[in-house]
């Protein structure tokens, strides 16, 4: 089982759709979430940076944690098609600087005009 | 967000040679920098950790030998592929981490190997 498991998708969803990702994953130790961005051909861009559970919002862009269930969420409003990407979660112990990043598969989003 | 920059962003090579690419932070100072290695439709894959001013921490599976890390300044990391192959053709790409609360960690571009 891997530590971090993503739907691969693709996901295909109507311009204007709000989209839901999702990661679950087996380290309880895991404390800083994050999501990424990747256009084909690429480097990831972060896109939400969040600590321990809860909700993080920033513009249409809401991070969602539930540690108690091993569970992150990352939910797209009013989708456009440049949101067209792959979704990359990942999740590291601590937030030192040495700390690697410990990634999802990616999930492929296809939002069509 | 913070600028990472990769050079090149495409190389072809024959078989048996060598390629160096590099890996900048433009705006800010990183002692460490990861590199990664990304195959078609999967996801990245952390060759090794680059650490300024000492050796590189290689994941298991990954020969230190092929794979030559240099961390000569808090701004630079390189990666030189050796001898390179054809099942080296792949996405290289560097991360690095800045230096606020959450040391979030910025990406590179990448840099697409080929090796004929």
């Known amino acids: 089982q891997k530590e971090v498991e993503q739907d691969p998708g693709p996901l295909s969803v109507p311009e204007g759709a709000i989209v839901s990702l999702n990661c679950t994953y087996s380290n309880s130790a895991f404390q800083y979430f994050m999501w990424y961005r990747q256009y084909s051909r690429k480097g990831p861009e972060l896109l939400m940076y969040t600590y321990s559970s809860g909700n993080k919002e920033d513009g249409r862009f809401t991070a969602q944690v539930d540690k108690s269930s091993k569970y992150i969420s990352l939910f797209i409003r009013d989708s456009q098609p440049s949101d067209s990407a792959t979704y990359l979660c990942?999740?590291?112990?601590?937030?030192?600087?040495?700390?690697?990043?410990?990634f999802g598969g990616g999930t492929r989003l296809m939002v069509k005009p | 967000g913070a600028v990472v920059s990769q050079h090149p962003s495409w190389v072809i090579c024959k078989s048996g040679t060598s390629v160096k690419i590099e890996c900048r932070s433009l705006?800010?100072?990183?002692?460490?920098m990861f590199w990664y290695r990304q195959f078609p439709k999967q996801s990245l894959m952390l060759m090794a950790t680059?650490?300024?001013?000492?050796?590189?921490?290689?994941e298991q599976g990954v020969e230190k030998d092929k794979f030559l890390i240099n961390h000569a300044s808090l701004t630079l990391s390189t990666l030189t592929v050796t001898s390179a192959h054809p099942e080296d053709s792949s996405f290289y790409i560097c991360?690095?981490?800045?230096?606020?609360?959450?040391?979030?960690?910025?990406f590179g571009p990448g840099t697409r190997l080929t090796v004929l």
């Open positions: 680059s650490n300024e001013g000492s050796k590189a921490t290689y």
């Open positions: 705006d800010f100072q990183a002692t460490t």
């Open positions: 991360s690095a981490p800045t230096s606020g609360w959450g040391n979030e960690q910025f």
């Open positions: 990942a999740m590291r112990i601590s937030n030192n600087a040495g700390n690697m990043l410990t």
